[in-house]
């Protein structure tokens, strides 16, 4: 069997940003508002819009790259049978993050693609169809958005003046109690898009960020357009991000690495383990 071909992570990004941007203008935007919507067995809600994302991108990034791929829209044996097969190169893609947005017309959501090649990510393009940002990153080549270098702002406050993205739902009920009573940041928000909240931190846009578990596709492309913008990363138990788990990985991040040491020291004083 012929191994298909794979080119450097770095002359991919132009062809997958332009597959990302084709499918979002196809496929999701004119049904954005229009609509109708189910709940999947775990509560979460999908549309047509994902489920027709989805199979564009997946024939569409196939033909730049033949690999193995995982989408969010798949049942868990398929995405399980996926990671198997994809050790040498595995598309993961979600093709709307936060679905919930969308069926609402709240404008935050995106399209999220990663190429990744034994279980690490070494492309990541993330695009924003409201506002028109893609956030791309290959490996050892730096983050992006729309053509500038990350982050566009660097300037890192003091802890307790820090704007920080935290979702609360997914925390042990100990460490969300004493984030609601004592923050140790300035304020906090949660606009219901994971892979977005990782771009957000490489831009600079939030000094913080803590989510409680993500599944591998609102991670893939975040975290490495972070870690080229030079942030940093661990889970609430772990310092090796990667060494967490797979489907259900939680995450704390900052930009700025003074800040970062910080934030996990404040964090894992207060969290019960259970990672």
């Known amino acids: 069997m012929i191994e298909p071909v794979m080119l450097p992570a770095e002359e991919m990004l132009e062809p997958v940003i332009a597959v990302v941007k084709a499918v979002a203008a196809a496929?999701?935007?004119?049904?954005?508002?229009?609509?109708?919507?189910?709940?999947?067995?775990?509560?979460?809600?999908?549309?047509?819009?994902?489920?027709?994302?989805?199979?564009?991108?997946?024939?569409?990034?196939?033909?730049?790259?033949?690999?193995?791929?995982?989408?969010?829209e798949m049942t868990r044996l398929e995405q399980a049978e996926q990671w198997l097969a994809g050790d040498a190169g595995l598309w993961c893609v979600d093709p709307i993050d936060g679905t919930s947005n969308f069926v609402?017309?709240?404008?935050?959501?995106?399209?999220?693609?990663?190429?990744?090649?034994?279980?690490?990510?070494?492309?990541?393009?993330?695009?924003?169809?409201?506002?028109?940002e893609v956030f791309y990153a290959a490996q050892g080549c730096g983050a992006w958005l729309n053509g500038e270098p990350l982050p566009i702002k660097d300037r890192a406050p003091a802890l307790r003046e820090a704007m920080a993205s935290v979702d609360f739902k997914r925390l042990t009920p100990k460490l969300a109690e004493h984030l609601a009573t004592e923050p140790p940041y300035s304020s906090a928000r949660n606009y219901g898009a994971s892979t977005l909240e990782w771009c957000y931190t490489a831009a600079g846009r939030f000094d913080l960020y803590l989510h409680g578990g993500q599944k591998l596709w609102d991670y893939a492309a975040g975290s490495l357009i972070l870690k080229e913008a030079g942030g940093s990363m661990c889970t609430l138990n772990r310092d090796d991000f990667w060494a967490g788990r797979l489907w259900q990985r939680s995450v704390i991040a900052a930009l700025d690495p003074d800040l970062f040491v910080a934030w996990k020291a404040w964090l894992r004083a207060f969290h019960c383990r259970s990672d």
């Open 104 to 132: 609402n017309g709240l404008p935050y959501f995106a399209v999220s693609v990663a190429l990744m090649q034994h279980g690490r990510s070494i492309l990541g393009v993330v695009y924003d169809p409201v506002a028109d």
């Open 27 to 72: 496929e999701i935007m004119p049904r954005y508002l229009r609509v109708a919507h189910k709940r999947k067995t775990d509560g979460s809600l999908y549309t047509e819009a994902d489920i027709a994302a989805q199979e564009a991108l997946s024939r569409k990034l196939r033909e730049i790259y033949d690999g193995a791929m995982i989408g969010e």
